[in-house]
């Protein structure tokens, strides 16, 4: 099954060719443009959603949508959307010349990457805790859905492709070699997610040298408004201004020989998202088609069970656009 994922750096943008289990990196002048942590979800993801086909004429979006679910009290939750930039799939961050922290090759997952900032409010509103056990939160839910919205042209940008990938989110811990016990727990997941290229799971996959590789991947210098590496010492993201800048002060790069800098490296955090239920829009036909895990709450809420049909633990349901 050929199917095109797209990959954002900060530098240049990477596409993977799946045929079977063969990937291989190309660069845009080269390719055409384009739930709960103890429920059994499918181990692949259902990966023609994203075909060459429907890709060949559109770029990769490098932000995205997010949507979260705070709790603003024990009563009431409200949801909130913020726009992430999209890092791809964790344990596949492609080679990046610019990047002095390679990431792990020979490995490969369905869980979806962002970076975050944990002094923000979207780490509060995803549970304000690291690793799994932030299902249990009280101050927010790790469930959440992310938007890819890719229009057909810039003259006609109403016309185009969604895709709404739901699941759970969470916020993966500094050093996933701790020897704390939940820290270990979040470990014990991922390894279970992480595919090695020829069999096996990520037992030998270097989580340190992951969450390392992330932080290298961002610009060190002003590309827009701010060096996204500097950001993570900048002043307490959503505080007044009048109180003062707590002695950090803003937009100042870190280089590469910095990459330890422990203010900004206290601050950053890898997240990543479990799909369980992807949905994929195209308004050109139109047309509309939904992948939900056999056996799911989705497929059950949803009456799908007896409809589509069924790929790798997923049943795939076109739906009226």
């Not at 979806?112 to 927010?140: P, Q, W």
Request: aromatic share 8%; hydrophobic share 30%.
């Amino acid at each position: 099954m050929d199917a095109i994922l797209q990959h954002y750096t900060t530098h240049s943008l990477y596409y993977i060719i799946k045929v079977g289990n063969v990937r291989a990196f190309r660069t845009v002048e080269d390719t055409p443009q384009l739930s709960d942590p103890d429920a059994r979800l499918p181990d692949v993801l259902p990966r023609d959603c994203l075909d060459r086909r429907r890709c060949s004429r559109s770029t990769c979006p490098d932000t995205v949508s997010l949507q979260t679910i705070p709790s603003l009290d024990e009563l009431l939750m409200l949801p909130a959307v913020a726009s992430s930039v999209y890092r791809g799939f964790y344990g596949e961050l492609p080679v990046n010349k610019y990047n002095p922290n390679p990431g792990n090759s020979g490995f490969s997952s369905d869980l979806i990457a962002f970076t975050t900032d944990k002094r923000m409010e979207k780490f509060k509103d995803l549970g304000g805790v690291e690793g799994i056990d932030a299902s249990s939160s009280s101050t927010g839910s790790s469930n959440v859905e992310m938007c890819f919205w890719i229009p057909s042209s810039a003259e006609n940008p109403i016309i185009g492709r969604q895709w709404r990938i739901r699941g759970r989110c969470y916020v993966l811990p500094r050093d996933l070699d701790s020897a704390e016990e939940s820290v270990k727990e979040t470990k014990k997941w991922l390894v279970a997610k992480i595919r090695k290229d020829g069999g096996g799971d990520g037992e030998q996959f270097d989580f340190v040298r992951e969450h390392k590789a992330h932080f290298g991947n961002l610009s060190p210098k002003c590309v827009t408004s701010q060096p996204l590496r500097g950001s993570f010492r900048n002043p307490l993201p959503g505080a007044p201004k009048e109180l003062g800048d707590q002695g950090l002060k803003p937009s100042r790069p870190i280089g590469d020989d910095e990459l330890n800098e422990e203010t900004a490296q206290t601050n950053f955090r890898v997240a990543v998202i479990e799909p369980s239920r992807v949905e994929y829009l195209d308004l050109e036909k139109p047309s509309r088609t939904v992948w939900v895990p056999v056996g799911s709450d989705a497929e059950e809420t949803e009456k799908l069970s007896v409809v589509g049909k069924v790929v790798d633990d997923w049943r795939e349901v076109e739906l009226w656009p």
